[in-house]
């Protein structure tokens, strides 16, 4: 934990026991309900990014491995989980969703571990939201007719998940929930530097006494990732992470016919105009850049302030910057943790150098960091322009690039001048401003007067270079079925 400043109040520091966890020294795979030894032998350790410390041994997946596992998907679709009574997937789904609830303290705590995330994000957002999706998707198993109406909604076969490490274990009970009460089954990977919470994940369905088959998890690098989806057996890709690796997944299916989902990047809008609450609105962009390192698609890594209020806003983002404390993840006083990996400080180091060559000023606040792990201070740059590559390319980092405006036309133009679409926010006490803005921001989800909100039953998603297709709410169970 950095020392105390003269913004600081001096807390003791309140560590979370690492007692309450059972970590393996090494993990299979989860293929067929069973963990399962790799045909191959690479292992790889997965590391706390707050000391760099080793945690476990994680299974590299050969193309044997993955092909075990869609066939395992495959035979447990066909002759149990897509015959089986809707009601009674529900009641498996429900008990995968309490079980969660049950072992939410360790979950939380290998997340933050794994992950480098305070404590905070893990115990009050991630894992209640992973079981809340759980609970939202069990409850429509047996009423699909009901939210299709007309419609003949038909499951789609064996799903191929593949994660990122920012939400893990949010992320797969974003996919995992909605495919299992359609009626699919699932193999899942998730990011090699944060398998740890789907390994737990997959000894909770292991509890819940699943069908065996029914989820599967293997773990491993981007290739392993790569033959999952590219795997001839397999019905629908659900995919998450980066542009890049998003385009290359789409050029791979150009011509298969199988239905995908691609949850993408983004560069998000943060918009304040001058009569908006403006401490709620600071508030607001603090959680909406620094929350979880940044490390948020739906980041609002680019801010857009009314001139008139400019400096005001200014001031107030500075000194809430110097009072974020930035340290040990374990702390239930922690603001900011780690970074989640070495590469990605590498890439976060080398856009705030690109920052201040572009010519943009820097404000970091003034706080010692850990000797070991992987940090970064809350970044904010003033003086940003439209073409800067800060406020173009997207970060996934605590940095966030400050613009002004005058006018809604200026502003909407400024906002929507971006590759990606997913998310914006907008801070006016207006309700007809906000109208106005929300039909024509180009961003899937639009919060207005908050920021970072989720909810299982409201779909997320974007546009452009964010992907295409929904996940949350009825939206994110259309994803998974055929409907004639
Ligand atoms: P990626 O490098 O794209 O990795 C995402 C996942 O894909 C990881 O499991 C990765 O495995 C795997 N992967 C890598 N190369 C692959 C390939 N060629 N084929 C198939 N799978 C492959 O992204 P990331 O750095 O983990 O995550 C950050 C990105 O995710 C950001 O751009 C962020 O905006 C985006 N994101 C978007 C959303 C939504 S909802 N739009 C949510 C969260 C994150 P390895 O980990 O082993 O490389």
Same mark, same amino acid.
């Given at each position: 934990m950095?020392?105390?400043t003269d913004n600081h109040w001096p807390l003791t520091e309140a560590l979370e026991s690492r007692e309450s966890i059972r970590l393996a020294k090494s993990y299979g795979l989860f293929v067929n309900g069973q963990f399962i030894r790799s045909s191959g032998s690479k292992k790889y350790w997965t590391i706390n990014p707050a000391n760099e410390k080793r945690l476990s041994r994680i299974t590299e997946s050969t193309p044997k491995d993955v092909d075990r596992a869609v066939r395992a998907a495959r035979n447990c679709y066909e002759k149990h989980w897509s015959r089986m009574k809707p009601s009674e997937r529900g009641k498996y789904i429900y008990r995968i969703a309490r079980l969660i609830q049950e072992q939410s303290r360790e979950l939380a705590i290998l997340e933050t571990l794994d992950g480098g995330k305070p404590i905070r994000e893990s115990r009050d957002i991630d894992i209640p939201l992973a079981a809340a999706h759980f609970f939202y998707y069990a409850g429509w198993a047996d009423k699909l007719k009901y939210a299709f109406p007309n419609r003949n909604p038909r499951p789609l076969g064996v799903a191929a998940q593949v994660i990122p490490w920012n939400f893990p274990l949010l992320m797969a009970a974003w996919k995992i929930a909605p495919a299992l009460a359609c009626g699919n089954t699932v193999v899942l990977k998730p990011a090699e530097t944060t398998s740890l919470t789907a390994l737990k994940l997959a000894e909770i369905i292991q509890q819940a006494d699943l069908p065996a088959g029914a989820v599967n998890i293997i773990t491993g690098h981007g290739p392993v990732g790569q033959s999952l989806i590219q795997h001839p057996d397999v019905d629908k890709i659900a995919f998450t992470g980066s542009t890049h690796v998003g385009k290359s997944i789409q050029t791979a299916l150009a011509t298969s016919g199988k239905r995908s989902t691609l949850e993408l990047g983004g560069k998000a809008a943060n918009i304040i105009f001058a009569d908006a609450p403006i401490d709620q609105a600071v508030e607001g962009v603090v959680n909406g850049i620094y929350f979880n390192q940044g490390h948020v698609c739906c980041a609002g890594s680019r801010l857009f302030v009314e001139e008139s209020v400019y400096d005001q806003v200014i001031e107030k983002i500075k000194d809430r910057i110097d009072t974020l404390r930035v340290g040990e993840p374990l702390d239930k006083n922690t603001d900011i943790g780690a970074i989640n990996s070495k590469k990605q400080l590498a890439i976060i180091d080398q856009? %705030?150098?690109?920052?201040?060559?572009? *010519?943009?000023? =820097?404000?970091?606040?003034?706080?010692?960091?850990?000797?070991?792990?992987?940090?970064?201070?809350?970044?904010?740059?003033?003086?940003?322009?439209?073409?800067?590559? %800060?406020?173009?390319?997207?970060?996934? *980092?605590?940095? =966030?690039?400050?613009?002004?405006f005058r006018t809604v036309?200026?502003?909407?133009?400024?906002?929507?001048?971006?590759?990606?679409?997913?998310?914006?926010?907008v801070w006016t006490n207006k309700g007809s401003k906000i109208f106005n803005m929300t039909s024509q921001l180009k961003a899937g989800v639009i919060w207005a007067n908050t920021y970072n909100q989720f909810d299982p039953a409201s779909p997320f998603g974007g546009y452009k270079e964010s992907g295409f297709g929904r996940e949350g709410g009825l939206h994110g169970l259309a994803a998974y079925l055929a409907l004639k």
């Open positions: 950095n020392q105390p856009y %705030i150098e690109l920052g201040t060559a572009e *010519g943009a000023h =820097l404000y970091q606040p003034d706080c010692p960091l850990p000797d070991s792990g992987f940090w970064c201070l809350p970044t904010m740059f003033t003086d940003v322009s439209q073409s800067n590559r %800060i406020s173009r390319e997207e970060i996934f *980092g605590p940095v =966030l690039a400050v613009q002004t036309a200026e502003v909407i133009k400024k906002a929507n001048n971006t590759r990606y679409g997913l998310s914006a926010g």
